[in-house]
Nanobody, 126 residues
C-alpha cells in the first residue's frame, strides 16, 4: 500500500506564501507523476500542478507564475510553493501520485491505482 502524508497548510493573508509538502510511504521503487489538486466548497476537484519523474510540468492557468511544483525523487516527496496567494486559492489541497512502481518481495509491478493524501486546508483571508 501507498500512503501520502501532506503538511504545510494553514491560514495566510492575501499576498502571502505557503509551502505544501507531501511524502509518499510504502514499498515504492519509483513514482511516475506526483501532483496537487484542490477542491473549494461547492466546486469540483481541480488540478493545480503536476510533475513527472522526468521533470515535465503542468500548471493550472490560474496559478501560473505564482505557484511552483518540485519533487525529490529519492525521498518520494513533492512540494508546492505558493506565492502571491489570493482568496480564491482557498481550498483543501490534495496530493496525488500515479504510476507507482512497487515491490512485493522479489515481484515488481506498477500499481494501476492513483493514490491520494488526506488533504490539507489552505485559507487565504485578511
Amino acid at each position: 500500500q501507498v500512503q501520502l502524508v501532506e503538511s504545510g497548510g494553514g491560514l495566510v493573508q492575501p499576498g502571502g506564501s505557503l509551502r505544501l509538502s507531501c511524502a509518499a510511504a510504502g514499498s515504492i521503487l519509483s513514482i511516475n507523476a506526483m501532483g496537487w489538486y484542490r477542491q473549494a466548497p461547492g466546486n469540483q476537484r481541480e488540478l493545480v500542478a503536476r510533475i513527472t519523474s522526468g521533470g515535465s510540468l503542468t500548471y493550472a492557468d490560474s496559478v501560473k507564475g505564482r505557484f511552483t511544483i518540485s519533487r525529490d525523487n529519492a525521498k518520494n516527496t513533492v512540494y508546492l510553493q505558493m506565492n502571491s496567494l489570493k482568496p480564491e486559492d482557498t481550498a483543501v489541497y490534495y496530493c496525488n501520485a500515479d504510476g507507482v512502481r512497487m515491490a512485493s518481495g522479489s515481484y515488481y509491478y506498477t500499481s494501476p491505482d492513483a493514490y491520494w493524501g488526506q488533504g490539507t486546508q489552505v485559507t487565504v483571508s485578511s
